[in-house]
């Protein structure tokens, strides 16, 4: 699998010239010119939970907001790019004003990190930013993890460091993996939390350095201030005082404990229905159980497109697949519908399906042994949706077993 990007960010950026001789009066002007990073809290829409990060250039004309990473619903093709992981995204320039207007519409704070630049590194990065913002040169593929709208600030300041930003931050370690930074900021729905961590692959859980933390808005601004040589004055263009956590992000947490505990009560949900002698062999438990396998079903076609057939590659080389498949997931969900029929049989209806639970609950179990032999390979972090689906079809298959 490869990945085309028709404006790859570092590569672009090697090719792009400098600026090493200013006249007089660019000395002047850039003198009274500034460039900042602005960090922008976390939204209520999904693609918001992240924060985002801009660049402002505030010259004796005006004052413009660059923000990396903007789409439309209605660009061609997005859905059908979007499923093939193909996220072509561009880079939007506007005014400052209408850019906070937007931001205090929707109560998300605003931080701004004057940079320390010399006249030269100024003059370099708003004539890379006039190039890059012509219509021909905006459109990128985005990488959540890789290449959004934090990272290709990072690149940018990198370049005119001429890499010592760059050899900094990768010797400097990493405060989490992908999985765990991103987490922090997914907490907010538990639905989403699992879905999301159900469909990533080993990728997200590898080791980096403080170059790959900075995919995220407030780690890179806290790495900016860490790395001390593009300055560190901080200050509100925007603050919504009822969010005190608004740059903050939360601690790390994979809620294995809350995600199994929820899987616990629907397992005693389900045989509830199965065992309550008016309600024996209904079809409620078979309605019960087909809603669970659907949804199953659907993540699992989900995790096996985005292994094989998806440009994500934080999606690729997922463990999950030994258990969230098509071919388990679509048997379950076949056995479920099963014993929704009454007639013929429904003891042996409801036996197959407990029987298929048990070898669904084996197969988790296998993988989890796998993982404590070989730790060094198997290395994601996916204790959060093995365990909440052992314990659900463990009992299912196991306790309270109908009579055959």
Same mark, same amino acid.
């Given at each position: 699998?490869? $990945? ?8 672009q950026?090697?090719?792009?010239p400098?600026?090493?001789n200013?006249?007089?009066? !660019? ?6 010119? %500034? ?17 985002? %990060? ?5 010259t004796p004309e ?6 990396y990473?903007v789409?439309s619903? +209605?660009? !061609?093709?997005?859905?059908k790019?979007f ?18 207007g937007?931001? +205090?519409?929707?109560?998300?704070t ?9 006249d ?7 004539n890379?930013l006039?190039?890059n913002?012509?219509?021909?040169n ?18 940018i ?16 370690a990493s405060?989490?993996t992908?999985?765990e930074?991103?987490?922090k ?10 879905? =999301?961590?159900?469909?990533?692959g +080993? ?6 350095t ?12 806290? %790495? ?6 593009f300055g ?6 925007y ?11 939360? !601690?790390?947490?994979n809620h294995? $404990? ?15 229905f199965k ?17 669970i ?10 995790v096996f497109y985005l ?10 080389y ?14 379950? =969900? ?8 009454k ?15 048990r070898w ?11 993982? =404590? ?9 996916n204790?959060?949706?093995m ?18």
């Open positions: 699998m490869s $990945l085309t990007d028709p404006f790859e960010s570092e590569e950026l090697k090719v792009f400098q600026v090493n200013l006249s007089a009066e !660019d000395e002047e002007y850039l003198d009274n010119s %500034s460039i900042s990073i602005l960090t922008k809290a976390s939204g209520d829409e999904i693609y918001s939970w992240f924060g985002h %990060s801009s660049l402002l250039l505030e005006n004052s413009l907001v660059y923000d990473g789409f619903f +209605e660009s !061609d093709n997005f859905y790019n499923i093939q992981g193909k996220m072509y995204y561009v880079l939007m320039v506007s005014y400052l004003n209408q850019n906070l937007v931001s +205090e519409n929707q109560e998300r605003v931080q701004k990190l004057t940079l320390d630049l010399t030269t590194q100024k003059a370099s990065i708003i890379f006039h190039y913002s012509q219509n021909k905006r459109t990128y593929l985005y990488n959540f993890y890789k290449d959004n709208c934090a990272t290709r600030i990072r690149d300041l990198n370049w005119v460091a001429d890499d010592d930003f760059k050899q900094w931050a990768q010797n400097t405060v989490g992908f999985r930074l991103s987490n900021s997914l907490s907010r729905s538990p639905i989403i939390f699992w879905c =999301l961590n159900a469909i990533q +080993e990728a997200a859980d590898r080791v980096g403080r170059w790959d933390d900075m995919y995220l808005p407030s780690e890179m601004e806290k %790495s900016i201030i860490e790395y001390n040589k560190s004055s901080t200050s509100y263009l603050e919504n005082t009822l969010d005190p956590g608004y740059i903050e992000s939360k !601690d790390i947490n294995v $404990l809350m995600y199994s505990i929820a899987a616990f009560i629907l397992s005693l949900i389900g045989l509830y065992h309550r002698k008016q309600l024996r062999n209904s079809r409620i438990y078979g309605i019960y159980n087909t809603i396998m659907i949804f199953l079903t659907v993540i699992s076609l989900a292994s094989f057939f998806s440009s994500i590659d934080a999606a690729w997922n463990e999950n697949l030994v258990f969230l498949n098509p071919i388990s997931s679509i048997v379950l =969900l076949i056995s479920a519908i099963r014993t929704l029929k007639k013929k049989e429904p003891m042996k209806r409801l036996a197959q399906f407990e029987r298929v639970s669904y609950s084996h197969s988790i179990f296998v993988l989890f042994v796998l993982k =404590l032999i070989f730790n060094n390979t198997l290395i994601q972090n204790l959060n949706i365990i909440p689906v052992y314990i659900y079809f463990i009992i299912q298959g196991l306790f309270f077993r109908t009579k055959k």
